[in-house]
């Protein structure tokens, strides 16, 4: 298994259009794990392909409280929404940004797993939100995305202060 390297926002490749699995192979599978040891280690409860710079529709997540239930969507597909909700949301790849952002509250969503297999998975709060927020990547979105120019503007120097900082 590897660690991966997590794109930094405003890298211009977070903003590539995943596109669909065609066929879930073993190079699937290793992609999955590194992504999932990579979620583990950073740590975060999602991660997206889009932030390890692989611009295929895959994502792992897992928001238990243990950390022991990796849920894998390859090719997810949004088939039902409900209700609303606003919660604070960070990203791996906005690192220090924690800002509210509404979502919906319930969602229903289609996925191959990692067998290939088609399953559907119903999620509310956390889950509902990680899944769209992980969903957005593979679009080409990042949360801060929904915030104010002006707001999105201070996210971007603060990041690239900080950056200036470390180097
Ligand atoms: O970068 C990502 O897409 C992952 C992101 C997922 C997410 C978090 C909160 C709301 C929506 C989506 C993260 O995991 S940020 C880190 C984080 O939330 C966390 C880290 C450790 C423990 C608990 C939460
Ligand atoms: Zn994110």
């Known amino acids: 298994m590897a660690i991966l390297k997590i794109l930094q926002y ?5 903003h590539t259009v995943a596109k669909s ?15 999932a040891e990579t979620m583990y ?3 975060g409860i999602g991660l997206a392909a889009t932030q390890v710079d692989v611009h295929e529709r895959i994502i792992v997540l897992d928001t238990s409280e243990m950390h022991d239930q990796l849920t894998v969507l390859i090719n997810p597909e949004l088939i039902a929404s409900s ?3 606003e919660r604070e949301e960070g990203c791996l790849s906005v690192p220090g940004i924690y800002e509210h ?9 289609r996925a191959l797993n990692e067998q290939g ?6 999620a509310e709060d956390l889950l509902a939100v990680c899944i769209q927020h992980e969903m957005d990547h593979l679009l080409g ?17 603060k990041l ?4 200036r900082e470390i180097l």
């Open 21 to 35: 699995v065609q066929t879930v192979t073993d190079d699937t599978r290793k992609l999955v794990r590194d992504m």
């Open 83 to 85: 209700g609303e909700c």
């Open 101 to 109: 952002v509404r979502r919906a509250e319930r969602i229903t969503v």
């Open 141 to 157: 979105k990042v949360f801060v995305e929904y915030l104010s120019p002006l707001k999105q503007s201070r996210i971007r120097s």
């Open 160 to 163: 690239k202060k900080r950056r």
């Open 10 to 14: 405003p890298d211009e490749r977070l």
């Open 117 to 122: 297999e088609m399953f559907t998975l119903e």
């Open 41 to 43: 280690a950073a740590p």
